[in-house]
């Protein structure tokens, strides 16, 4: 049968009409008039990369989350790269990170040779548990990298001080968490390094781009260099001088640039951001009051002492309470043009990581929660209409298939 055939028989068992004539999709940029006139002020100016535009939005980064340094990079994947190299990882090296996360979370490791360890979520929060990072620690423990997932900060104290006790760096994984409190203090500080991505979905967007904040003059140099070849001109860096056009490749980096074209759009981006997470938070809460009553889900857990960005809107399904499996109410969702998603397949199940050995059952929390979720479309644009129609289609789809 095809698969339209499919999605009609499911439109036929809710009743016909989809609740949507659209599909809505999970997340979106904003992108404003602003914005706009942004990019076509660098179009017309004098550099289109490694200029003045790049140069005003790194500055903005670093003092919206109180960094010292920000460094963009190409996208989010190519910044989490550059936070690897720059930490030093290796061969032989390992970093403990979650599985409940977009695959570029451990293939930075890999990229750098190194070997990625999942240490198993909270069975709450779904971030990275600290006790399961404490039980992975061996000899060749170099770094931990959490990932703030959804935009919730995980618990950055614990894992501050189990790096502490064992001399590990923390690269924190805040691809979701732009504008995200923790005990008070935005993140971006709290590792020594965090990097962001600027993807469309994401908090703020560029298009493709990335960026690395940190305090540390060290990270900062090996950063800016990994983004350009490994190549620098800076005088007090050079190990030799042979006259004014001399540079030298000191590493085997990457062109990992953000354009200033990309980057005048960030800047105009950041302008709104704080509005964004509002708005964000005003639609999860629409959502949480909505579910508060239905036994056939849970609304995601929230810490008191941080503050989400909220960048994704997890719901978690009770089977129990189901005739059906995530799958079916996926489906069924999508056919009531709901763009409903997962967040995420455990990165281990990749093929590509079960042929490097990794085997399922190592982080069960992680597993037994990839069965039970599912993503609502959450983005600062969606209209108070849309937010109705999501939970409209929600507790249609839920009450079909309740036991
Ligand atoms: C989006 C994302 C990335 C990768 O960022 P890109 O800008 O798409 O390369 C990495 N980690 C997480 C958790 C993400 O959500």
């Keep these: 049968m095809t698969e339209a055939l499919e999605v009609n028989e499911k439109l036929a068992l809710h009743g016909g009409t989809p609740i949507r004539s ?66 030093g990882i290796g061969p032989g090296d390992e970093v403990i990170t979650t599985p409940m996360t977009f695959a570029a979370s451990a293939n930075c490791v890999l990229y750098m040779g190194g070997t990625p360890v999942f240490a198993d979520i909270q069975p709450d929060t779904y971030n990275i548990d600290p ?38 760096m923390v690269i924190e994984d805040a691809a979701h968490a732009l504008g995200a409190t923790y005990k008070g203090r935005r993140i971006g500080t709290l590792g020594d390094m965090t990097v962001f991505s600027l993807h469309p979905v994401k908090p703020v967007t560029t298009g493709e781009g990335g960026v690395v904040t940190t305090n540390d003059d060290r990270l900062y140099q090996r950063l800016r260099l990994f983004r350009t070849h490994g190549i620098t001109r ?47 938070a005003e639609i999860a809460k629409k959502y949480t009051e909505a579910f508060a009553s239905m036994p056939e889900l849970e609304t995601p857990y929230q810490r008191e002492d941080r503050t989400s ?54 982080c069960p929390r992680a597993e037994e929660l990839y069965e039970r979720i599912l993503t609502l479309p959450l983005f600062p644009g969606m209209t108070d209409d849309d937010v109705c129609d999501v939970i409209r ?8 298939y309740r036991v």
């Design 22 to 87: 659209t599909r809505l999709p999970y997340g979106r940029q904003a992108i404003d008039e602003a914005d706009i006139r942004a990019v076509v002020d660098v179009l017309r100016s004098d550099f289109l990369t490694t200029g003045p535009a790049v140069d005003a939005f790194e500055r903005r980064i670093a003092d919206y989350v109180g960094a010292k340094y920000a460094v963009a990079f190409a996208n989010g994947t190519a910044a989490l790269h550059g936070a690897v190299f720059a930490a």
């Design 234 to 280: 800076d005088p007090s860096f050079l190990e030799d001088d042979q006259g004014p056009w001399y540079y030298e490749m000191q590493y085997l980096g990457f062109n990992y640039r953000l354009t200033d074209i990309q980057a005048a759009l960030g800047t105009s981006q950041m302008d709104k951001l704080d509005v964004f997470i509002r708005r964000r």
């Design 131 to 168: 006790d399961a990072v404490k039980a992975c620690i061996t000899p060749r423990t170099k770094a931990i990298l959490p990932v703030h997932y959804t935009g919730q900060p995980a618990d950055m104290d614990e894992i501050l001080s189990i790096a502490k006790r064992h001399g590990l």
């Design 393 to 400: 289609a929600v507790k249609k789809v839920l009450g079909y």
């Design 309 to 362: 960005g909220w960048h994704l809107y997890v719901i978690r399904l009770n089977l129990s309470a189901l005739r059906v499996g995530r799958r079916q109410v996926y489906e069924a969702l999508l056919a009531e043009n709901i763009g409903v998603n997962v967040h995420y397949i455990p990165v281990y199940h990749h093929p590509y990581y079960r042929r490097m050995g990794y085997s399922r059952g190592l």
